[in-house]
C-alpha cells in the first residue's frame, strides 16, 4: 500500500518507520526541507518534499501536524486527493478535529493513537512506539466502514489495541486520564514554586523525592501540548476539573474535621481503585 | 557502639542492615516474636526481644514504631534507660513528635529519614536503603548538641545526605512536596471514579497510560500512611491544601476565560520550575 504522512515528527516519523518495515511504501511530507532529507537519509521514508503533491497516489494519508494545523493542510491537501484516499488524523482530541474535517473530505476517520515520549520531533522517532498501546477510532455515522477498517487494520498491525468509541466519549475519557492530570500536576508545581516563605522552599526543593517527582511529572511537559489539551477539549476538561475540584474540597474538608474514619474509607477506595486503570498494576 | 532498633519493620530492619554491617552491635525490639525471629536468622540484628529491658546498655536507640505508638514506647523505655542514651525517632512529621517526646527524654533529637518503598515490613528491609537521601534533624534550643552530631554522624555513615531545620519547617516543607501530593493525587482517583458516566469511566480506565500512571502514584498508596501525614500534619498540610487549591482555580479560571496567553506562561513556568526541585531531572 502507498502511505503518506504529513508531519514528521515523533509520531508521524515514528509510524513511517513500523509501516516501512512491513513492505508499505512510506511518501512523507514536511514544511522543512531539513527534515525531509533526514527522514530519506535515515530510511524512514521511500520518498519526502515539502510539497503536498507528492501525495496524490497515497491511498491513506496520516495527519500527523500539530492540532492547529489540521485544517489548513487538508484543505491545501484536497486538489492532489483521488475520491478513494483515506485521510486520518493523530491528535489527541477528536470532537472538535473530526467536525472539522469531516465535512472537508467524507473519506475520513478520526484516530488517537496513544503513544508519546518527553521529547519531540523526527530524531526521537522509533520503532515499536505503539506496541501494546491503545489506538482509539472515532468513526461517525457517516464514515465509510471501509476506511475504518482499512485504518483499523494498519494499527492492528503496529500491535495496538484498537478501541471504538465517538468523538465526544473519546475526548471525555482523555479528559479524566490524560488532560486533567496535566492540570493538576501543574498546579502542584505552581502552587509550590509560589509559596511565600523562601526558608520552606528551598527546603522543599532539596528534600522532594520520587512522590514529588512523579506527581509533578506531567505538569512540568511540553507547555505547548497543555496548552492544547485545554484550547482543543475545553468543555470536557472543565467537566474533570469541576469533578476533581470537588473531590479535593471533600477532602480538604475531612482533613479540616479531623474525619479521620472518612479519610481511611477514601484512601482505601483510592488505592483498590487506583489498580482498575490500564498500566497501574 | 550499641545501638538499639524498637520497630523492626522496613526502615528499622534497613538501618540495622547496614549500622550492623559497619560493626556496630545492633539490638532490635519488635512486638511480634516472629518478627524477632526473623531478625536474628537473617543476621540483622545480633539480639532481639519483645522485651524493652534488652536496651537498657544500648548508646543510641532508634525509634522506628508507627508515629501513633512512639510516645507510648518512650514512657514504657524509660525505667531502663541511662540518662547518657540518646534516642532519636524516624516519622515523617516532626513537630508533635518533638513537642511529645523531648519533655519525656531531654537527650532526645528528632529526625527523618527519607527512604522509602512501597511495601513495609521487615520482609522488604534491605541495605543502602538510605544512600544519597535525604536524613532531616530538627534539634531544637534545647537539645544536646552532642546528641544532634551523633546522630549525624550515623547518618552520614549510611551516605545520607544530611539537614538540619527546626520541625515546623521540616513539616512545612514535606507538606509540600509529600503529603501535599499524596492528596491532590488520590483526589484524581476518587474523581475518576466517582464519574457518573459509566461508559466513559471504561474507556477512561482501558485507555489510562504513564501520564496517569505517575499523577495517580502515591494517591493509590498505604492508606495508613496518608492518614497519619494528615493527622499528624494537619495544619501544615491544611495550608498547602489552600494554597493549592487558589493555584488550581487561577488554571481553571484561565481555561473557562480561554486566556491561552496566561495559560501558556503559566505551563512554561512549571516547566522550567520543576528542575529546581531534587530528583526531577
Known sequence: MEIGIVGLGLIGGSLAI????????????????????????????????????ILATAE?????????????????????????????????????????LEPK?????????????????????QANLFVDRAYVLTPTATTPAAATE?????????????YYCDPAEHDCAVAWISHL????????????????DRSVLKLA????SSGFRDTSRVGGGNP???????????????QSLYAYRQQLDQIIQQIEQSDWNTLE????????GRSQFSGTT
Open 18 to 53: 513500523d509501516l516501512r518495515r512491513q513492505g508499505h511504501t512510506l511518501v512523507g511530507v514536511s514544511r522543512r526541507k531539513e527534515t525531509c532529507e533526514q527522514a530519506i537519509d535515515r530510511e524512514i521514508v521511500d520518498q519526502a518534499s515539502t510539497n503536498l503533491a
Open 60 to 100: 491513506v494519508i496520516f495527519l500527523c501536524t500539530p492540532l492547529h494545523s489540521l485544517a489548513t493542510t487538508v484543505d491545501q491537501l484536497l486538489p492532489y486527493l483521488d475520491p478513494a484516499t483515506i485521510l486520518t488524523d493523530v491528535g489527541s482530541v477528536k470532537l472538535s478535529v473530526v467536525a472539522e
Open 105 to 125: 473530505w467524507p473519506n475520513f476517520v478520526g484516530g488517537h493513537p496513544m503513544a508519546g515520549k518527553a521529547e519531540s520531533g523526527l530524531e526521537v522517532a
Open 150 to 162: 482499512t485504518i483499523a487494520s494498519l494499527a492492528r498491525s503496529l500491535q495496538c489495541r484498537v
Open 181 to 196: 492530570p496535566v492540570m493538576i500536576s501543574a498546579s502542584l508545581i505552581a502552587a509550590c514554586l509560589n509559596q511565600p
Open 205 to 208: 526543593q532539596e528534600l522532594a
Open 224 to 238: 505547548e501540548l497543555g496548552l492544547m489539551m485545554a484550547r482543543y477539549n475545553q468543555p470536557a476538561l472543565l
Open 265 to 272: 474509607q477514601q484512601l482505601l477506595q483510592t488505592q483498590q
